[in-house]
């Protein structure tokens, strides 16, 4: 049985509520907070070339970038884990 992930945005208190209530009985379902902050590369980055921060990371590391949209847009984002037969996990 695939694990069912709901990530609430932080600024969504109601909804956290709602889906934590509704889920309370599924095993499979478990509702959590967005714990990302702001982009840490922004104040993290020591090195400046011209006057801007120098970008070393050259591609985005999520596997849902739709995350981010989908938290500003709805509220929440959904994600189903499933198990693959090897136990190696994987998202879709």
């Known amino acids: 049985m695939p694990r069912e992930i709901f990530i609430v ?3 969504r208190p109601d909804l956290y509520r709602y889906l934590s209530q ?25 090195h400046i070339v ?3 921060p120098l970008e070393r ?15 500003r ?6 994600i189903s884990i499933t198990e693959p037969r090897d136990g190696t996990g994987g998202l879709r």
């Open 73 to 78: 847009s709805v509220g929440y984002a959904f």
């Open 22 to 46: 509704t889920f309370s009985d599924a095993e499979n379902v478990q509702v959590i907070w967005d714990r990302r902050g702001a982009d840490r590369r922004a104040t993290s980055n020591p």
């Open 57 to 71: 990371r050259h591609a985005e590391r999520r596997r849902r970038p739709s995350v981010e949209h989908e938290l």
């Open 50 to 52: 011209a006057g801007r």
């Open 9 to 11: 945005a932080r600024d």
